[in-house]
């Protein structure tokens, strides 16, 4: 297949373009940089099936050769970079997807939406199962990623009942792995890099609230089976242990056997009690679940993080 990526270059999209190249398909990979990293990449430049183009899938991009699958992945990802560009996460949700989709049309090729639990919001249901509307401020300062992710799932579904794209949407719940940065302002690499420097962990409230984290790994296989899968609707690809941020922060510290302590920073506002993905949908449509348990993932990226903080030739990456 012809495999065209957006935000290719970013943390969970590199790791696609990694996969379907092993796989022998050709991949196109659509980036801005915003970002994602070059360097996240830099490793399939030479192959002769891997394209790379620098463009702003908000603005319309023409590309001559048949595509067979488009990954619609470019979005800022995180709330330190969504929260710094609010009206570019806005344009890629809507416009970019416009795009992406159009795309899609014109070539007749099978679209994947990359979505988010953060449809979902702060969750009065418990854990999130696909029905489940959600419960988002819209006017809050999570409401630019929040809305624009849900907007792009209606432009999505739209298109597949107007148009007939054969779509499909992702709701994808916190993943973790190799090429996050350090700075994306997340938990798992801000408490890494953290213990690694010895300096205070810092968690927000109390560490009470919940999260679940699926390793890189099992993500990726998750959204390559919901590609191939006849469904339309959402689909929640994620881990469904749930742990506290207080026991992430304890864990990654004895992984690190740092002598870091915690800090704890009032709750940010609209940041959700609770998020846990109900997977009973891909298991039935997909055979899918996670097979890598957090400390295993834990220490395939502390050793990720140790050797990307301290070589002098490489710097935290990725999106």
Same mark, same amino acid.
């Given at each position: 297949?012809?495999?065209?990526?957006?935000?290719?270059? $970013?943390?969970?999209?590199?790791?696609?373009?990694?996969?379907?190249?092993?796989?022998?398909?050709?991949?196109?990979?659509?980036?801005?940089?915003?970002?994602?990293?070059?360097?996240?990449?830099?490793?399939? *430049?030479?192959?002769?099936?891997?394209?790379?183009?620098?463009?702003?899938?908000?603005?319309?991009?023409?590309?001559?050769?048949?595509?067979?699958?488009?990954?619609?992945?470019?979005?800022?990802?995180?709330?330190? &970079?969504?929260?710094?560009?609010?009206?570019?996460?806005?344009?890629?949700?809507?416009?970019?997807?416009? %795009?992406?989709?159009?795309?899609?049309?014109?070539?007749?090729?099978?679209?994947?939406?990359?979505?988010?639990?953060?449809?979902?919001?702060?969750?009065?249901?418990?854990?999130?199962?696909?029905?489940?509307?959600?419960?988002? %401020?819209?006017?809050?300062?999570?409401?630019?990623?929040?809305?624009?992710?849900?907007?792009?799932?209606?432009?999505?579904?739209?298109?597949?009942?107007?148009? $007939?794209?054969?779509?499909?949407?992702?709701?994808?719940?916190?993943?973790?792995?190799?090429?996050?940065?350090?700075? &994306?302002?997340?938990?798992?690499?801000?408490?890494?890099?953290?213990?690694? *420097?010895? #300096?205070?962990?810092?968690?927000?409230?109390?560490?009470?609230?919940?999260?679940?984290?699926?390793?890189?790994?099992?993500?990726?296989?998750?959204?390559?089976?919901?590609?191939?899968? &006849?469904?339309?609707?959402?689909?929640?690809?994620?881990?469904? #242990?749930?742990?506290?941020?207080?026991?992430?922060?304890?864990?990654?510290?004895?992984?690190?056997?740092?002598?870091?302590?915690?800090?704890?920073?009032?709750?940010?506002?609209?940041?959700?009690?609770?998020?846990?993905?109900?997977?009973?949908?891909?298991?039935?449509?997909?055979?899918?679940?996670?097979?890598? *348990?957090?400390?295993? $993932?834990?220490?395939?990226?502390?050793?990720?993080?140790?050797?990307?903080?301290?070589?002098?030739?490489?710097?935290?990456?990725?999106?």
């Amino acid at each position: 297949m012809r495999v065209l990526i957006s935000g290719g270059a $970013g943390f969970i999209g590199s790791h696609l373009c990694e996969r379907f190249v092993r796989e022998g398909h050709h991949v196109v990979c659509v980036d801005n940089f915003i970002t994602g990293s070059e360097a996240n990449i830099a490793h399939l *430049r030479s192959k002769p099936t891997f394209t790379l183009i620098q463009h702003d899938i908000t603005k319309p991009i023409e590309l001559p050769d048949p595509i067979d699958l488009i990954l619609h992945f470019a979005s800022p990802a995180s709330p330190i &970079d969504y929260l710094k560009l609010p009206i570019q996460t806005l344009k890629v949700g809507s416009l970019g997807t416009l %795009n992406a989709l159009g795309m899609a049309k014109a070539k007749k090729a099978r679209f994947l939406l990359a979505s988010t639990s953060e449809v979902y919001g702060d969750p009065q249901v418990h854990p999130q199962v696909e029905t489940y509307w959600g419960h988002v %401020n819209p006017i809050g300062p999570r409401g630019v990623y929040d809305e624009a992710k849900r907007f792009a799932e209606a432009m999505t579904m739209a298109y597949h009942r107007a148009h $007939g794209v054969d779509t499909r949407i992702v709701r994808i719940f916190n993943c973790f792995g190799p090429r996050m940065r350090a700075d &994306d302002g997340r938990a798992i690499p801000a408490f890494i890099t953290q213990a690694l *420097r010895g #300096e205070p962990l810092t968690a927000f409230g109390d560490g009470s609230q919940t999260r679940s984290f699926c390793y890189i790994d099992d993500m990726v296989d998750g959204i390559v089976r919901l590609t191939k899968a &006849d469904h339309h609707d959402p689909v929640n690809i994620g881990n469904p #242990e749930e742990y506290t941020i207080l026991q992430l922060a304890q864990r990654i510290i004895e992984l690190t056997k740092s002598s870091s302590r915690i800090a704890f920073k009032p709750l940010p506002q609209d940041d959700p009690k609770q998020r846990c993905p109900d997977i009973t949908k891909a298991r039935q449509l997909v055979g899918w679940q996670p097979t890598v *348990r957090l400390e295993e $993932g834990l220490q395939q990226t502390i050793a990720w993080f140790v050797q990307t903080l301290y070589s002098s030739s490489a710097t935290p990456q990725g999106k």
